[in-house]
Each structure stands twice: as C-alpha cells, then as structure tokens.
C-alpha cells in the first residue's frame, strides 16, 4: 500500500510532467489540491489508542514563543544558552538536542519563552528524522528564529524555508467564487487553506560571524530580516532581542492605583491582537472584568489625557491604566 510520502511524490511527478495550459488548468488545480491534503496530513499528528513516548511539544509559559530552527550544529542550542541561561547539550555533531528545551527571556517587562527545537533536515516535512515534530511545534510558536550559518546563508535559508512551508485542506462539496482580481491557482488555495495556514514572522539569525571578515558581514546586513551574530562571543544578540521584540509587537500596560503614581516595574503584557480593556482585566483576574464600571487610561490610544474609555477599547503600548470598580 502505498504512503503518504509515496503519494506526494507520483503527484508531484505528475504535476512536473503535465504542459500547462488552458485544457490542463482544471486538472492541474485539482492535483495542487490533493498536494495540499497530503501535505497537511503529513504535518497533523494521527491519533493512536496505545501510549508510549515521551511528549514532544512543551507546557506553554509567557505572553509569547520563539522557536529556535536550523540545521544540526549551528549553534541554536548555544544561542539559547546564551539568551536564557538554560543548558541544552552542545557539542560540534549532528542532533545533539534530540527534543524541545524551553527556556525563558524576560525582555521590557514581558516573559518570553524560547523553545530550542531539534535540528531540522531537508525532508523534514515528509517526515525524514523528527521533522513533523519540529514543524507541528514550530506552527505554534509566535515568531521564529532560524539560525543559519554564515558561510552558506542562503543555501539553507532556502532549504529550510521549502520544509516550513504549511499546506491545508478544505472540504468544500459546491461554491461560487467570484474573483475581482488577476489571481493564480496558487492564490485561490491560499485563500481556501487560510484557516489551517500559518504565516508566522521570522528574523534569519545568521551565526558565527566570528569566522568571517568586515567585508562578508556587510553583505550579511543587506540580507532582508537578518541579525547577524555570534553566539558563542555574544555578539550583537542584545540587536537580536530589539528585532524579537519588533517582531513580537507586544503591548505594556502600566497600572496606575487611584491617587498613586503609575507602577513601571511591572506591566501586563498583551499581544496586539488581544489588547482591549478586557483583555487587560482578564490578564489580571476574570472577575474584574464582573465589577468593571470604566478605566482611566493615558497614552497613545486616547485622544485626551486621561480619556475615561470602556471595556471594547483598545490600549496601545505603554498606556497607564486606572480601573474603577462598581
């Protein structure tokens, strides 16, 4: 019988055979979508009645993740140690970190979690080494760190962003679909796969610059989304966690009690997308969101300073907030 993996290839093999063209479209479509299905299948983990193994992925701690992925020995593990003071085996060969080490920054106020993943390999998402895993958790994560190394940057950038590539599948029997613009097949599957499809922010930290002359590290910085650094020396990581935190997009609220100064020692973090009053409240505990009458706020999100605003507003970063209870 034949797998998965032996599926995706004869599509594949057939895809690369076939003369595109207007008679070809319809059929051409309809392979990408089974590409698509299978591709999905391959990165969902199925669900088995015995037990065994231990668990992969790790319990999820602060306002944000940060996946650590890369090729075997290029210093992720290293990067991690240095960000978090957490060990996770180094040494100069390949899948020395063979699950996930979770370690945490404490970056402006907010508690990062950085997950240090197996090195990935080219295959990965056929499921050649523990490449599902690493791509399952790698899509749960907020922003990703791929790691690469200086001396073949955008050999490996390329290889790794081919495995990373998430495909969906949807189930639709009957549609009409009206389309206002010059749009591919590709397109249309995106946007049919966008529930299950994860575009998630990415900063390249290209390691060990350390090897390299002034002239090579220029043309490191032109590369798009790139911090280069060492992590072995600690050069240049304080620029990483500045790019980490832009990519983040995180949002500091300061608390401010009735008739004292505002506390900045110790924000509520939110993400931007779940930012609102409530959302504050809910960071706090549920059941202020139960005795809310009206918050003061002053910042950026109020046009008067203070502004008196209710539960649906939404704060932006480093407002000072007041609650007042019923």
Same mark, same amino acid.
């Given at each position: 019988m034949a #797998?998965?993996?032996?599926?995706? !290839?004869?599509i594949?093999a057939?895809?690369?055979?076939?003369?595109?063209?207007?008679a070809t479209?319809?059929?051409?479509?309809?392979? !990408?979508?089974?590409?698509?299905?299978?591709?999905?299948? *391959?990165?969902?983990?199925?669900s088995?009645?015995?037990? %065994?193994g231990?668990?992969?992925? @790790?319990?999820?701690?602060?306002?944000?993740? +940060?996946?650590?992925?890369?090729?075997?020995s290029?210093?992720?593990?290293?990067?991690?140690?240095?960000?978090?003071?957490q060990?996770?085996?180094?040494?100069?060969y390949?899948?020395?970190? *063979? #699950?996930t080490v979770?370690?945490q920054? +404490?970056?402006?106020?907010a508690?990062?979690?950085m997950?240090?993943?197996?090195g990935?390999?080219?295959?990965?998402?056929?499921? !050649?080494?523990?490449? $599902?895993?690493?791509?399952?958790?790698a899509?749960?994560?907020?922003?990703?760190?791929? +790691?690469?190394? @200086?001396n073949k940057p955008? #050999?490996?950038k390329?290889?790794?962003?081919?495995?990373?590539? @998430?495909m969906?599948?949807?189930?639709?029997s009957s549609?009409?679909i009206?389309?206002r613009?010059?749009?591919?097949?590709?397109?249309?599957?995106? +946007?049919?796969?966008a529930?299950? $499809?994860?575009?998630i922010?990415?900063?390249?930290?290209?390691?060990?610059?350390?090897?390299?002359?002034?002239?090579?590290l220029?043309?490191?910085?032109?590369i798009?989304?790139?911090c280069?650094?060492?992590?072995?020396?600690?050069?240049?990581v304080?620029?990483?966690?500045e790019?980490?935190?832009e990519?983040?997009?995180?949002?500091?609220?300061?608390?401010?009690?009735?008739?004292?100064?505002p506390?900045?020692?110790?924000? @509520?973090?939110?993400?931007?997308t !779940?930012?609102?009053?409530?959302?504050f409240?809910?960071?706090?505990?549920?059941?202020?969101?139960?005795?809310f $009458?009206?918050?003061?706020v002053?910042?950026?999100?109020?046009?008067?300073?203070p502004?008196r605003? %209710?539960?649906?507003?939404? *704060?932006a970063?480093e407002?000072i907030?007041?609650?007042?209870?019923r």
């Amino acid at each position: 019988m034949a #797998t998965t993996v032996d599926k995706i !290839k004869d599509i594949e093999a057939e895809m690369a055979k076939t003369q595109k063209n207007k008679a070809t479209s319809f059929h051409l479509g309809q392979l !990408k979508a089974k590409l698509a299905k299978l591709k999905r299948e *391959l990165l969902t983990p199925t669900s088995s009645g015995g037990g %065994g193994g231990s668990g992969f992925d @790790v319990a999820r701690t602060g306002v944000a993740s +940060v996946g650590f992925i890369g090729f075997p020995s290029v210093g992720k593990s290293t990067l991690m140690s240095r960000l978090t003071g957490q060990h996770s085996e180094v040494a100069a060969y390949e899948f020395t970190t *063979l #699950t996930t080490v979770p370690g945490q920054v +404490v970056y402006n106020g907010a508690k990062i979690q950085m997950l240090d993943l197996p090195g990935i390999i080219q295959g990965a998402k056929d499921g !050649k080494g523990r490449g $599902r895993q690493v791509i399952a958790v790698a899509k749960t994560c907020h922003l990703i760190f791929i +790691v690469l190394d @200086v001396n073949k940057p955008l #050999t490996d950038k390329k290889i790794i962003e081919a495995e990373l590539e @998430v495909m969906g599948e949807y189930k639709i029997s009957s549609a009409d679909i009206a389309i206002r613009c010059d749009a591919t097949i590709d397109d249309l599957i995106d +946007v049919l796969e966008a529930k299950s $499809r994860s575009y998630i922010p990415v900063i390249y930290a290209l390691n060990k610059i350390d090897a390299i002359s002034i002239e090579e590290l220029d043309l490191l910085y032109r590369i798009p989304n790139a911090c280069p650094i060492s992590s072995e020396h600690g050069w240049n990581v304080d620029e990483l966690l500045e790019q980490m935190w832009e990519k983040l997009n995180l949002v500091r609220v300061y608390t401010k009690p009735k008739g004292k100064l505002p506390d900045y020692t110790q924000p @509520v973090v939110l993400r931007s997308t !779940k930012c609102t009053v409530e959302d504050f409240c809910n960071a706090i505990h549920k059941t202020i969101v139960e005795q809310f $009458r009206q918050a003061i706020v002053y910042g950026k999100s109020v046009k008067h300073q203070p502004q008196r605003v %209710g539960l649906s507003h939404e *704060l932006a970063d480093e407002d000072i907030i007041t609650i007042i209870k019923r």
